[in-house]
């Protein structure tokens, strides 16, 4: 470098620094630039440094290493080349030796290759001898290996791990295969089941990917799901529409014309419709003078008995045996790989009998002793899995502990009972609160996808059961509650199971209440209100069915019968009037979502107000009463509080025990109490429920008067008493909410209809030749007319053309035979002619003569 | 000359024997002797004593033999009481004491009618009413012309009036086949019913003329109350089964008694009947003078005229009994098709109905139709109608048996378009106020009534659109009687609406109809009266089942669950609050 570019050089480098932007924040001193820790200003441009072909380097196996070809090689052998070529003694090697080295280490090199391609072989030969563990779970269809195995079809899990490794395994074989070759020491036997193998593989329906394993959260996501899109349906169904059918999609074009006429609507597609509310036709118009009731119609059996659909069933059957098949296999691998498959068979089994999964289930009782583990598993050991879903919930609980002593000493093994006596002995001797026990281990022995004939049997168990419900909730001296309580859950799972048919018999049920309450409205001997029998099937119903929906094919029936029931049975007793609000409270239950007004209800809750209240309370005259529910005439003496001792009365709850007691055991104020304060509390839950309908006031402004009067009565105790305030607060207030926030009613607020209208239809380009009947037929037949006319006229021109045609060729044929006739006349006369004028010649030739001869 | 005979025959008759064959075999045998022989006419009351047995076999064989016995004799006229009853007539003898015991065993036949045995009561019935044909057809062919025995007839109607014990079959017998169907047997009936009920009453006799009435009616006072509830209910039951009663003249065709003959002018029957009563005849022919003197004379029974009185005063006498509102609510469901068309003067139920109108409850209800038929067709005037019909819709209407028939006349008396718009409003807002408290089946009714209404009132149409920014709160006053000044036009029919919203779906969705347009020209009411608890269930329930029931979205915990976690003490006792069931203890 010159001073003068040193100096250009040094300047620069200033200029650069100033402009990095001061010092200041320049936490680094050096900014030279680096490569590799380098500083890239002492490279030299053009050094090939780090610029090897780094490809070369894949090639040079077997090769001399680059530092020996370098020295050694040509051009090589530079005595000053390096100072390791030289002895430890410091004496430079001689060439032999040098060579001697070189030798030695490709040697070297030579056997270290041979050792890893040694190492290789032993490596693939033992992969080879794993690939036929792994093979078993790919699926091949060896013979000899299927023989020996049970068949088992691969997981899904497992089916795209063994994908991978599938493809994997190919690939090394393929190597494996060119090197084995190449090194001869193929295998004649070996090579012809690998080729097998091979074509197998390839020829093998690759297995498809499958869906990963859900996680955790994916699982519960899903549920989540499951859960909104039933909610879904449900509101659907609640506003009376199809669950399944969106309404864009379905009848939307008629919804939408219905809304807006078009304007060349004239309404004459008006057609009286029979149904148009599903009214039903109604009495017979002979019944209506003493309507009421047709007495003597018995309650008929015939839904109850079982209706076996055999078709279905044989498709249920195939479907079953399918599945049957694959557990079994599954089953088959389980000793196995027992680690594996724990988690499918649980899944398995999950889903197959998860209607079974509610045994003891129990929210409020949870005991997990290892014996009891050891129970629960041995007794329902399809569903062993279960202990992990309940753990995980926390929320599935365990059999209590005498229960589950108890079910140890059971059998485990039951006939499936046809009849209620045959259920009745099956559980003879057993304890109550084991029946659920019991019934589930039936339900479990006698599942429908065991056994196709298993289905009729829970179809014929199924009503037992019902039965069974009814016996129990009023033939045991307390309200079997818990085992209700299992009950209940079984029935629902069996009616999921059993669909048409649980409904069939539900209806059955029904019919048979309705009946009989026709019976004694008729005979007017009994009061006709239900049990604790039927309040309990009423309860189970709502249980189990939606009872939000619009209809329903149970509870639609169901509620008609309970509003019967509340509206036409005549009260008696305090039994009764408990068991109307029982009624009353169940038809809250049913409406709690979709909240339907039921009228009944509120009169009966009103009109018991009026009958338990002490005498004097409400005047005699029933026009004087606030409201315009409907009073009986009831044997009030029954009913009525009496004023003595009235005051040390507290509020009891009602208990459904009190339906076996006598009418007579429940003349007492306790009762009387309970009843009216249990009425003001329904009453009170009504009013929330139907805060928000428009004619809320009105509903109300009975059953608000009655409170008014009931609170300022002053025998009450004070419980009873403080009630009744807060009832009438609480109602008093909603109804002030309710007139406050309503307006007029504006239902008529639809677009004006269109005017029909009549113009004539133009035709563009009208012509007279064209026929525009808008009569199909007509025109068809007016068509066929007129091409009748054509051809018949058609016809007649050609007859016409042919005899023409005739007529001139006979002319032609008479023609030539007169010509030909002239011709030979022509001829004959001329003849003739010729003769004649020949002997007239001659005749005046001889007159010529004799003239000559006379003048000569 | 008896006496002897019939006590060896007594000897002869083991009357301790409780063998009832072997009496029934007695009393053919006696039967038998009495054909054979006169002399054997003892035999007679010996028959009438078997009457009196206990068995009922027995009776029943003997009466029927004792008809056997009499009925010749009757057609013979040999029981006709003789000219001149002088003792010493051995045949005049004979016949006094054949006549006597005869009219004993007349007696018999009517106590029969109310012993508790049906199968008595028909064969007596029909062998008394055979013994009227036959003394009937004997008394005609003595006097010439038509005649009816009324004097037995009378006796079996009072038996049958007062009978304890009427039996199904009995009044079956009775009202099918023959007072149902013969036109002379009604007639007779019912006049002498009409003497029987006054005379039970007490009251005097309506006509002027002397009293046809049998001397054991003669009495002046008031029988007991029972014995007037036993006659109501009997004679009800008779007139209540009542539909063939002739419209034209030439459908009195059927006589029990044979035809007279309209041609022949009625002779007074100068011979002398027998039985409990001289003169029988005398009512009929009063009947007669008031309409038949212009024109030929008819005989009575061929007259339509005098069986539309006679009618008419029967059911005057009738209704004067002391009504049970079970008849009377039967009365009241008959009276416009029964009674009304019938009668010569329709007013003379305007009292009755009138009252019945008033009474209120039920009972109101059902005289609607009657009064209804009163003032379109006889130009009864009623004031104030509309009110008192508003005042009908009280708490009970929509729960009460006859609500449909009720609501087919509103629809009528609500039909005219002239009546005012407030007049309408008011009992449209009281419908829909008491639909809120009704059951399914009569909101059915109302909602298209309401709609008929809406149609033809126009001006009622604010009632379901009003105007948005009007008074919020209800004009309405329920408590006003006075349908005018009920304030109902300013209301609107929130109660509707919230029908809507009805647990019947049915219901909610015949609600509905008042959102829709206002294009149907009306509903027909008929279509939706006959609906009840029964018949809407047993629509849903055999309803055409599309897919399965939907399943609660949620498993049920269990029947009753309590809300709170119980502790193992707690578990026991089990006293937990359900949750929405707070009242109630499981």
């Known amino acids: ?856 | 000359m008896a006496v002897p005979k019939r006590n060896r025959l007594e000897a002869k008759v083991d009357p301790s024997a409780k063998n009832i064959k072997d009496a029934v075999e007695q009393i053919r045998l006696l039967e038998r002797q009495v054909a054979e022989s006169k002399t054997h006419l003892n035999n007679i009351v010996t028959l009438i004593q078997f009457c009196e047995d206990d068995s009922s076999k027995v009776i029943h064989a003997a009466m029927h033999a004792l008809f056997r016995v009499f009925s010749p004799m009757l057609s013979k006229g040999e029981l006709q009481k003789p000219k001149k009853a002088a003792a010493e007539d051995k045949k005049a003898t004979v016949t006094l004491w054949l006549r006597d015991n005869y009219v004993k065993y007349l007696n018999r036949m009517c106590a029969i009618l109310d012993l508790p045995e049906a199968g008595l009561q028909v064969p007596a019935l029909k062998i008394l009413l055979d013994i009227v044909k036959l003394e009937s057809a004997h008394l005609s062919t003595l006097s010439g012309s038509h005649h009816f025995a009324n004097d037995i007839y009378l006796n079996v109607v009072d038996a049958l009036l007062n009978c304890n014990n009427m039996s199904a079959p009995l009044l079956e017998e009775f009202t099918q086949k023959y007072f149902g169907f013969y036109d002379d047997l009604r007639f007779y009936f019912l006049k002498n019913a009409a003497q029987i009920i006054d005379a039970a009453l007490g009251s005097k006799p309506r006509k002027d003329n002397k009293a046809p009435q049998s001397k054991k009616q003669k009495t002046t006072g008031q029988a007991p109350p029972a014995k007037l509830a036993l006659i109501l209910e009997n004679a009800f039951a008779i007139m209540e089964t009542l539909k063939s009663m002739p419209t034209e003249v030439k459908e009195l065709d059927e006589f029990w008694t044979g035809n007279p003959d309209p041609n022949n002018e009625k002779k007074e029957y100068t011979g002398e009947s027998f039985g409990f009563s001289e003169d029988e005849d005398d009512t009929v022919e009063d009947l007669t003078k008031d309409t038949s003197a212009s024109h030929v004379k008819k005989h009575p029974l061929l007259t339509l005229f005098n069986h539309r009185r006679v009618f008419s005063d029967c059911w005057t006498a009738l209704l004067q009994l002391p009504f049970t509102t079970v008849i009377y609510k039967k009365t009241l469901l008959i009276v416009h098709k029964r009674i009304i068309p019938h009668l010569p003067q329709p007013t003379v139920l305007m009292d009755f109905l009138t009252d019945s109108y008033n009474a209120g409850g039920a009972i109101s209800l059902l005289a609607l139709k009657g009064l209804f038929v009163l003032i379109t067709e006889h130009n009864l005037d009623y004031p104030d109608f509309f009110q008192k019909l508003y005042m009908l819709f009280d708490r009970n209407l929509m729960h009460v048996k006859y609500r449909a028939r009720f609501f087919s006349q509103v629809d009528i008396f609500l039909s005219s378009p002239l009546l005012p718009a407030q007049l309408v409003a008011a009992f449209i807002k009281r419908m829909s106020r008491l639909g809120l408290s009704s059951p399914p089946a009569s909101i059915v009714i109302i909602i298209p009534l309401i709609y008929n209404l809406l149609k033809r009132h126009p001006t009622c149409m604010q009632l379901i659109h009003g105007k948005a920014d009007s008074e919020k709160n209800d004009s309405y006053d329920a408590l006003q009687d006075d349908p005018m000044k009920s304030n109902a036009l300013q209301s609107s029919l929130w109660e509707l609406q919230t029908l809507q919203n009805h647990v019947a779906p049915n219901v909610a969705t015949l609600a509905k109809i008042f959102n829709e347009q206002f294009t149907k020209p009306s509903y027909n009411l008929e279509d939706f009266l006959d609906h009840t608890y029964a018949t809407m269930f047993q629509n849903e329930i055999t309803k055409k089942r599309k897919g399965e029931a939907a399943i609660a979205v949620d498993a049920p915990k269990g029947l009753f669950v309590a809300a709170v976690e119980m502790t193992a003490e707690e578990v026991g006792e089990q006293d937990a609050v359900v949750p929405g069931w707070e009242s109630w203890s499981f």
């Open chain 1, 1 to 856: 470098m010159t001073p003068e570019e040193k100096m250009l050089e040094r300047f620069t480098r200033e200029k650069q620094s100033r402009a990095k932007g001061g010092a200041m924040f320049n936490l680094e001193e050096e900014s030279d630039l680096t490569h590799y820790g380098q500083s890239l200003a002492g490279l030299d441009d053009f050094d090939e440094d780090g610029l090897g072909y780094s490809d070369d380097e894949d090639d040079n196996r077997g090769a001399i290493g680059g530092d020996i070809v370098s020295h050694s090689h040509f051009g090589g052998f530079d005595e000053a080349t390096g100072p390791e070529e030289t002895h430890e003694d410091g004496r430079p090697k001689t060439k032999a030796e040098i060579m001697k080295e070189v030798i030695a280490k490709s040697k070297f090199h030579k056997h270290e290759r041979q050792k890893e391609k040694e190492e290789m072989d032993d490596i693939t030969k033992e992969l080879d001898d794993e690939l036929e563990d792994i093979r078993g779970l790919l699926g091949f269809t060896d013979q000899a290996a299927e023989e020996r195995r049970p068949k088992r079809a691969p997981l899904p899990s497992q089916k795209s791990a063994a994908n991978r490794a599938l493809d994997r395994i190919a690939d090394e074989e393929k190597e494996r295969q060119k090197q084995d070759r190449e090194s001869g020491i193929l295998d004649k036997d070996f090579d012809d089941s690998y080729d097998k193998h091979i074509r197998e593989l390839a020829f093998d329906r690759r297995a498809k990917p499958q869906d990963r394993l859900k996680t955790e959260e994916e699982i519960a996501q899903e549920e989540v799901e499951k859960l909104e899109k039933a909610e879904k349906a449900r509101k659907r169904r609640m506003e009376g529409l199809s669950d399944e059918v969106d309404p864009k999609e379905q009848g939307g074009f008629k919804k939408r014309r219905k809304a807006a006429p078009a304007a060349d609507d004239l309404d004459d597609d008006f057609a009286p419709e029979d149904d148009q509310f599903g009214l039903g036709t109604g009495m017979d118009v002979g019944e209506e003078e003493f309507k009421g009731v047709k007495p003597g119609r018995m309650p008929s059996k015939k839904r109850r008995t079982v209706k076996v659909d055999v078709d279905s069933d044989s498709e249920e059957a195939e479907g079953d045996d399918e599945e049957d098949g694959e557990e079994e296999s599954s089953e088959g691998e389980e000793d196995e790989d027992e680690d594996e498959e724990d988690d499918d068979e649980e899944d398995d089994s999950e889903d197959d009998f998860s209607d079974l999964d509610m045994t003891m289930e129990r929210p409020t009782k949870k005991l997990s002793t290892a014996k009891d583990e050891d129970d629960e598993d041995d007794m329902n050991d399809m569903s062993a899995a279960k202990s992990k879903k309940s753990t995980q919930s926390g929320k599935k609980a365990k059999v209590t502990a005498d229960a589950a002593a108890a079910a140890a000493e059971l059998p485990f093994t039951f006939p499936c009972p046809t009849s209620l006596g045959h259920f009745m002995t099956i559980i003879d001797g057993i304890d109550m609160k084991d029946v659920p026990t019991v019934v589930h281990r039936i339900r479990a022995l006698y599942h429908p996808k065991l056994s196709p004939q298993n289905k009729e049997k829970m179809q014929v168990f199924y009503p037992v059961l019902l039965d069974y419900i009814f016996q129990i909730s009023v033939s045991e001296i307390k309200f079997p509650t818990a085992a209700l309580n299992t009950l209940v859950r079984h029935i629902y799972a069996m009616t999921s199971q059993l669909g048409d048919h649980a409904t069939s018999c539900i209806l059955g049920f029904l019919e048979a209440f309705e009946s009989e309450l026709q019976m004694d409205l008729a005979s007017g001997a009994r009061s006709g209100f239900p049990k604790g029998d039927k309040l309990c099937f009423l309860r189970v119903l709502g249980q189990i069915y939606s009872t939000s929906d619009f209809q329903h094919q149970v509870i639609t029936p169901a509620q008609f019968l309970m509003s019967q029931y509340l509206g036409q049975c005549q009260v008696g007793s305090v039994k009764d009037i408990a068991s109307g609000l029982m009624l009353c409270n169940l038809f809250l239950d049913y409406q709690s979502l979709s909240k339907r007004v039921v009228p009944e209800a509120i009169n009966f809750l009103s009109s018991s107000l009026v009958y338990l209240a002490p005498k004097g309370t409400f005047s005699e005259d029933v026009n004087e009463l606030p409201g315009s529910f409907p009073i009986q005439e009831v044997n009030i003496a029954a009913l009525q509080m009496t004023t003595k001792g009235l005051k040390s009365v507290e509020v009891e709850r009602l208990s459904i025990d009190m339906f076996k007691l006598k009418d007579t055991a429940l003349e007492k104020n306790t009762y009387r109490v309970a009843a009216m304060s249990a009425a003001a509390d329904i009453l009170l839950k009504y009013a929330i429920l139907y805060a928000s309908t428009t004619a809320f006031s009105e509903m109300f402004q009975g059953p608000l008067g009655l409170l008014e009067k009931l609170s300022a009565v002053a025998d009450f105790s004070p419980s009873l008493k403080s009630q009744l305030l807060k009832t009438q607060d609480r109602i008093q207030k909603l109804q002030g909410f309710s007139t406050d926030s309503r307006t007029p009613l504006q239902l008529q607020a639809h677009k004006p209809v269109p005017i029909a209208s009549y113009v004539p239809k133009f035709e563009e380009g009208y012509s007279l030749d064209k026929h525009y009947d808008p009569d199909v037929e007509r025109s068809q037949a007016h068509k066929l007319q007129v091409q009748y006319k054509k051809e018949k006229k058609g016809a007649i021109r050609e007859l016409r053309k042919d005899a023409q045609f005739v007529a001139r060729e006979k002319l032609r044929v008479q023609r030539e035979k007169d010509s030909e006739y002239n011709a030979k006349i022509k001829g004959i006369m001329s003849g003739l002619e010729a003769d004649q004028g020949e002997k007239n010649a001659e005749a005046r030739m001889k007159k010529a003569k004799k003239m000559k001869g006379k003048r000569n």
